[in-house]
C-alpha cells in the first residue's frame, strides 16, 4: 500500500543554520508529493507541493524535489527562522483509485533557537 | 482568501454521546474531507465526500461514522457514539479540480475529548 516515512523529531536548530527533513514514500503509479506545515495551536496549511518527477516545489524558502529514482521529497531551507518553529508533515496523493485522499507522515517537529 | 471554517473548535462529550462537527468548505470546492489527528500521532484520513456521496473511507471509518452535506454551505461528520479512542482533533478539508489536482485546503480542526 501507499505509505509515507519522515525521519523522526524533533529537530532543534539555531536561528540561520540549514534544515532538512526527510521524506521518503512508497506508492504505485505517479503520486502527487506535499509538505504540509502545522503552526502551534493551528490547522495544517499546504507549504508546496510537486506533481511529477524532478518538480522542485517551493514558497517561503523552503524547497523539496520529487526525485522518482530514490522514491524522495526532502524538505530543504537554507536558514530557518524562529518562526519557522512547527510540525512539518510530508504526505502523498495517489492518482489512482484513492480519490485525492492524503496520506500523511508522522511528522518532524521543528524548533529553532534564537 | 477564502478559507475552511469548522466549529466548534473544542468539543467535550462523554461516552456513549453523539456529536456532530461542522464545516463550511470554500464556497466553490466540490471535494470534501475529514481525517484526524490523535494526539502526537500522524493524521489518519476517514473519508471523501463527492457529489452528495461517499467516495472512499478508510478503516477507521465505521458504521459510529456518517457525513453529510445538508445544505449547500455545511458539510458534517457525526459520531454517533462516542469512545475514549474518538479524542482528537478532528480536520475538514476541501478541494477543486483544476485548481491544482488533490491540493485540499484544511480547516483549523475541531478538538473532541470524549470523558
Known amino acids: 500500500g501507499n505509505s509515507v516515512t519522515q525521519m523522526e523529531g524533533p529537530v532543534t536548530l539555531s536561528e540561520e543554520a540549514f534544515l532538512t527533513i526527510n521524506c521518503t514514500y512508497t506508492a504505485t503509479g505517479y503520486p502527487s508529493l506535499f509538505w504540509y506545515v502545522q503552526y502551534p495551536g493551528e490547522g495544517l496549511q499546504l507549504l508546496l507541493k510537486a506533481t511529477k518527477a524532478d518538480d522542485k516545489g517551493s514558497n517561503k524558502g523552503f524547497e523539496a524535489t520529487y526525485r522518482k529514482e530514490t522514491t524522495s521529497f526532502h524538505l530543504e531551507k537554507g536558514s530557518v527562522q524562529v518562526s519557522d518553529s512547527a510540525v512539518y508533515f510530508c504526505?502523498?496523493?495517489?492518482?489512482?483509485?484513492?480519490?485525492?485522499?492524503?496520506?500523511f507522515g508522522k511528522g518532524t517537529k521543528l524548533s529553532v533557537k534564537p | 482568501e477564502p478559507e475552511v471554517t469548522q466549529t466548534p473548535s473544542h468539543q467535550v462529550t462523554q461516552m456513549g454521546q453523539e456529536v456532530i462537527l461542522r464545516c463550511v468548505p470554500i464556497?466553490?470546492?466540490?471535494?470534501f474531507y475529514w481525517y484526524r489527528q490523535i494526539l502526537g500521532q500522524k493524521v489518519e484520513f476517514l473519508v471523501s465526500?463527492?457529489?452528495?456521496?461517499?467516495?472512499?473511507k478508510s478503516e477507521i471509518f465505521d458504521d459510529q461514522f456518517s457525513v453529510e452535506r445538508p445544505d449547500g454551505s455545511n458539510f458534517t461528520l457525526k459520531i454517533r457514539s462516542t469512545k475514549l479512542e474518538d479524542s482528537a482533533m478532528y480536520f475538514c478539508?476541501?478541494?477543486?479540480?483544476?485548481?491544482?489536482?488533490?491540493?485540499?485546503?484544511f480547516g483549523p480542526g475541531t478538538r473532541l475529548t470524549v470523558t
Open positions: 478539508a476541501s478541494s477543486a479540480p483544476g485548481q491544482g489536482v488533490y491540493e485540499q485546503y
Open positions: 504526505a502523498l496523493s495517489a492518482w489512482e483509485g484513492s480519490q485525492g485522499n492524503l496520506i
Open positions: 465526500f463527492y457529489n452528495n456521496e461517499i467516495s472512499e
Open positions: 464556497s466553490n470546492h466540490l471535494y
